[in-house]
């Protein structure tokens, strides 16, 4: 409404300023005057932009402590007063099709400038706040929640996939891979956790072999640095780790790891 009424009004100023009753004189429109082109007409167009421009940011840009929407309407409330108290002293002269139309396209161009921030459904700005891009957290960061195999809340990867290749959402984890749950429950083999072990999701560092649990000195698998595992117990200085596929092993070297 208020794009639409300024459109008008600028071209109600290049119409016949006054009316002389088919006189036959060529009457002058506003642009004759620039006092009433640019004083006035213009004064009503400049405001309806400023209106736009302000609704159309998410966060409206302030002028010597008065954003860019009350200027807007401060200049086409003086519009519609100046046109409407020019036709009231118009005297022996009649009001031109200029005018007129003048009065009309600055009175609904008052009109909406007013009721924007009164009505609710006119409050909202023309265009949304954007939408927060995903930070990507350097090699090395803390990980948060919902981010890397395996971590509670976290998109499952089959084993052996390369990480940041994504899962359908909502898929259900494959048999094997490690469960939070069950790794709280008593290990296989019937042994019991250490008394104060609570189960943690991990990364290393670099890559870094997994023994056996039977002090086999061949490793029974590789773990990877970028993906989680779960530590289910503790054994000396080491870790008793879970891997994708459920296969358990000890982590012999447990320097670097990020707990997740």
């Known amino acids: 409404m208020v794009i639409g009424a300024a459109v008008v009004l600028f071209i109600a100023s290049f119409l016949d300023f006054f009316s002389y009753n088919g006189l036959g004189v060529d009457a002058p429109n506003a642009w004759d005057s620039l006092g009433n082109a640019i004083g006035v007409y213009l004064v009503g167009v400049i405001g309806a932009a ?53 009065l009309i396209a600055s009175l609904v ?21 954007p939408r927060p891009q995903p930070v990507q957290a350097p090699y090395g960061a ?19 996939a390369q990480p940041g290749q994504p899962q359908p959402y ?11 749950a069950q790794a709280q429950q008593a290990p ?22 997994l023994y056996g649990e039977d002090g086999s000195p061949s490793p029974i698998a590789e773990l990877a640095p970028g993906t989680w595992y779960l530590a289910v117990e503790q054994r000396g200085p080491g870790l008793i780790a879970q891997t994708q596929d459920g296969r358990r092993g000890v982590l012999q070297d447990t320097t670097g790891i990020q707990r997740g």
């Open 170 to 180: 909502g898929a259900q984890p494959q048999p094997g891979q490690p469960d939070l």
């Open 142 to 160: 803390q990980p948060q929640p919902g981010q890397g195999y395996g971590y509670p809340g976290a998109q499952q990867q089959p084993y052996g």
């Open 50 to 102: 400023l209106i736009v421009l302000s609704r159309s940011q998410p966060q409206p840009r302030k002028v010597v402590g008065l954003d860019l929407g009350q200027f807007g309407v401060a200049a086409t409330i003086f519009t519609a007063w100046n046109i409407f108290w020019t036709i009231i002293d118009l005297g022996q002269v009649d009001a031109g099709a200029g005018l007129v139309l003048g």
């Open 188 to 209: 296989q083999g019937g042994a019991a956790p250490a008394g104060d072990f609570t189960p943690f999701w991990f990364a290393v560092p670099v890559a870094r072999p």
């Open 109 to 129: 161009l008052a009109g909406g400038a007013v009721a924007t921030p009164l009505v609710p459904a006119l409050k909202a700005p023309l265009m949304g706040a």
